[in-house]
């Protein structure tokens, strides 16, 4: 199946730092979600996205649906060490219920 | 909140065996997905379930089926266990309202094919 494109792939930051990340699609999307998945747990939903040019906080972490449709952006602010894991973003196009997932984003976070 | 409770976090089962995995929501929710998640693959679907006795392969089916038989239950059956079939299973529930969608996942099983 089709996967996002979510750049980038990893990142290694400082605590205390902003992070940024964002996912592509060839697709128009109606809905955008995105996770976090801590090692060896299920992933858990951060923000959801229902409007081109959304703009939705939650928290330190702040996602945006671009006006194409097509991408979205998650920003974390002033990172701390449990923001370590891996980030998701979805892609939904409101005509069923399938979900395309981005190929993730690794985080790690040093004191 | 949304829950999604999925039988075992960890299970080891040996290669022939049959392998069920179930999955609970809470939320009332017509739609829910199997995954299975690798390294490097990212999460893949296996089968999904718009209603009660209601099924729809996904983009990885073979060796697997699944059960509907209550709204709030959809189980995974590995029919005979192989070894490539060892990964981390997740079970998802999904909300949808007009062009609105959210999917909540379950806590994920490890299974161990040996």
């Known amino acids: 199946g089709q996967q996002l494109n979510q750049s980038p792939q990893s990142m290694f930051i400082q605590e205390g730092e902003d992070v940024s990340m964002n996912c592509t699609s060839s697709?128009?999307?109606?809905?955008w979600l995105w996770y976090k998945q801590d090692p060896g747990e299920g992933p858990v939903l951060l923000i959801a996205l229902y409007k081109a040019g959304e703009l939705t906080s939650n928290g330190r972490l702040t996602a945006q649906f671009g006006i194409t449709r097509k991408d979205s952006f998650l920003n974390i602010s002033a990172s701390i060490p449990s923001d370590v894991g891996i980030y998701f973003c979805a892609g939904n196009t409101g005509t069923a219920s399938k979900l395309t997932f981005g190929t993730g984003t690794r985080l790690q976070v040093t004191l | 909140d949304v829950k999604v409770t999925q039988s075992s976090r960890y299970l080891v089962k040996r290669t022939g065996e049959k392998v069920f995995l179930e999955c609970v929501q809470d939320m009332d929710h017509e739609n829910m997905f199997w995954y299975r998640q690798d390294p490097g693959l990212g999460l893949r679907l296996i089968y999904f379930s718009y209603d009660v006795k209601m099924k729809e392969k996904g983009d990885i089916p073979e060796g697997y089926s699944v059960s509907r038989e209550k709204k709030e239950r959809f189980s995974l059956i590995l029919e005979s266990a192989s070894t490539n079939q060892t990964s981390m299973y997740l079970c998802a529930s999904i909300w949808r309202t007009g062009w609105n969608t959210e999917a909540f996942f379950g806590q994920g099983t490890r299974l161990t094919v040996v």
């Open positions: 697709s128009i999307f109606n809905t």
